[in-house]
């Protein structure tokens, strides 16, 4: 897809500029439009200048750059502001938390050109030592940003690596002589970040779809091709290994090579114990006739196991619960009965409570709670007690209406620095919905984050911590919250904890949204959505559930919408 590309060009634009000191309002503009085509579910390559006209925050002028970079990989704006940006300063704004001002400072005293050298001076406090206003804070936040860049170096995000594999899937459906062709690997799985896009297929014109495979559009770089398997890198910087297989194996090539490597030993560990031989070509008994591998289910079956879908293959107890017949009944997308999570044009998002309604609708939903920021979040254009009450108002006149459907009335809350709530309780106690989020100091010391957190779930009208680390993948860190001291106050309070769907983010990850599953804590998917598109960013929230091996009864908005308004006001009448 072209819209990270354009995503990326534009976030750079902004970062430009800002260092250029120019037009706030154009930076403001660039950096709107970057983080809406990143989370454009829609390819932009294919769509006209009127249609990208109707993307929000994006006019005739960024719908023309649009254009130019779908057809050119670049744009003459982006190119202009490149040359005249130094390399070396651009570069500094690749580090995460290092703003322009600090980037500008630095680079005047010290013209870095690698990563490495700017790693050596915040190590060696030369930063500090001859930069004003640069302290300790900013040195250790710089080594901290550097990590992170190097951690994530070499894998790709979930929420990018998708679009893209789907993209080539579609491609390769209609270029390629294919008949199956899969996604396979941790992209299957769907881990919140993977190192490589592997697909499987199968063909009676191997050399066929390795010469469509290698030409895709995508395709950067091709470091091999061979007769069944081929790999190259991607535009995106991610490595993709297309194989294709004989029909009758690949349903054990799909098995093994979507992994994981724990979870395929113990099948293969399993197999040698019945005297079965287990591998990507198939399942083979004692004198090495082949008995299955046509199929994936087949060597679970041959195994004496049920299906496990893909998202438990992680050797976490998967193999033990289906000997034991305990595997979960997995939740599925259309369990989901609506999102409470959802931002209109009033605060920072782009559409009206009455469209996104409608949208809701569509897709088979029975209620949505609308929750646009509180006006501590300057940034989100906030509302004030005054149009909180009115949009209330909107609501109710809405839902007068409405037939089959509810809007909720909600709001996303800021937890303030000082433990207190940003709306006081008498407009709280009039909404459905209170989600309670932190928006500010990151960088405050666990204890702090973690009380932040632990004082607003025990206000009886907060019905949700959303997104409880404030993680962005691949660009910020989960602030030093204790997880643990957040989910046994969360059990204690009988507060849910939203797994957020938005893909940049993924807040609860797995591991956590089972663990808070196992203490009996209220779950629930939001998409965090902030325009209409944003809706089928469900299917993330539901991957990572299902990871976590959650039912639809572990999940509360799985419910229809007065139990699910039950289980969450609970703790009114324990907490008052």
Same mark, same amino acid.
């Given at each position: ?328 009944? *997995?939740? !599925? ?5 609506? /999102?409470?999570?959802?931002?209109? %044009?009033?605060?920072? #998002?782009?559409? $009206? &409570? ?118 962005? *993948?691949? !660009? ?5 919250? /204790?997880?643990?001291?957040?989910? %046994?106050?969360?059990? #204690?309070?009988? $507060? &849910? ?80």
């Amino acid at each position: 897809m072209k819209n990270s590309e354009a995503a990326r060009i534009f976030s750079e634009m902004a970062n430009m500029l800002d260092l250029a000191e120019e037009n706030p309002f154009r930076i403001r503009a660039y950096r709107r439009a970057a983080m809406v085509i990143e989370g454009l579910p829609r390819d932009i390559a294919g769509m006209s200048k009127e249609e990208l006209k109707k993307i929000p925050g994006i006019g005739e002028d960024l719908a023309s750059k649009l254009l130019e970079i779908v057809e050119t990989g670049t744009c003459r704006a982006y190119e202009a502001a490149r040359r005249r940006s130094p390399a070396g300063l651009s570069l500094l704004l690749t580090i995460p938390g290092l703003g322009p001002k600090t980037a500008r400072a630095i680079y005047e005293k010290f013209p870095i050109g690698s990563i490495d050298e700017l790693e050596r001076l915040a190590a060696a406090h030369r930063l500090k030592a001859e930069i004003p206003k640069i302290k300790d804070k900013t040195e250790q936040n710089i080594l901290r940003g550097i990590e992170l860049v190097r951690k994530s170096a070499g894998r790709m995000p979930l929420g990018r690596a998708l679009p893209v594999a789907r993209d080539m899937i579609s491609m390769l459906r209609e270029k390629a002589p294919v008949k199956q062709l899969s996604i396979a690997g941790s992209l299957r799985r769907w881990k919140e970040t993977v190192g490589d896009i592997d697909i499987l297929a199968t063909s009676g014109d191997p050399g066929g779809v390795m010469d469509a495979f290698v030409n895709l559009p995508q395709v950067k770089q091709v470091l091999a091709k061979g007769e069944t398997k081929s790999t190259v890198i991607l535009s995106e910087g991610v490595q993709s290994d297309l194989r294709v297989v004989e029909e009758d194996s690949f349903g054990a090539a799909l098995c093994y090579f979507t992994g994981s490597k724990e979870h395929n030993i113990r099948l293969r560990e399993m197999g040698v114990k019945k005297g079965l031989k287990i591998n990507e070509y198939g399942i083979f008994d004692r004198k090495g006739k082949k008995i299955g591998g046509l199929k994936e289910e087949d060597v679970y079956r041959i195994l004496g196991l049920p299906f496990i879908p893909p998202e438990l293959r992680e050797d976490s107890g998967e193999i033990a619960a289906a000997l034991s017949g305990r595997l979960p009944e *997995l939740i !599925e997308l259309k369990d989901i009965k609506g /999102d409470l999570h959802v931002h209109t %044009k009033l605060s920072d #998002g782009h559409n $009206t &409570a009455l469209e996104l309604a409608q949208a809701a609708i569509a897709r088979g939903w029975a209620y949505i709670a609308i929750t646009d920021h509180s006006k501590g979040l300057g940034i989100a254009r906030g509302l004030s007690v005054e149009r909180m009450l009115e949009e209330i108002a909107e609501i109710d006149a809405l839902n007068s209406r409405l037939r089959g459907f509810r809007i909720l009335k909600g709001v996303e809350v800021d937890i303030r620095s000082d433990n207190s709530l940003d709306l006081p309780d008498e407009i709280l106690s009039r909404l459905d919905i209170v989600n309670a989020s932190v928006h500010s100091g990151f960088r405050q010391t666990s204890g702090k984050i973690t009380g932040r957190i632990v004082a607003a779930m025990r206000n009886p009208f907060v019905t949700t911590v959303s997104h409880p680390t404030g993680r962005l *993948l691949g !660009e910020r860190d989960a602030y030093p919250v /204790d997880m643990e001291e957040v989910l %046994k106050a969360a059990a #204690g309070t009988g $507060t &849910a904890i939203e797994i957020n769907a938005f893909p940049a983010r993924l807040d609860l990850n797995d591991i956590t949204a089972r663990r808070a599953r196992d203490m009996g804590i209220p779950l629930v998917i939001n998409t965090d959505t902030h325009i209409l598109e944003h809706f089928d960013y469900m299917s993330y929230g539901v991957a990572i559930a299902r990871r976590a091996w959650l039912e639809p009864k572990d999940v509360v908005n799985t419910y229809e919408v007065n139990k699910m308004l039950e289980v969450l006001h609970k703790k009114r009448l324990v907490l008052k």
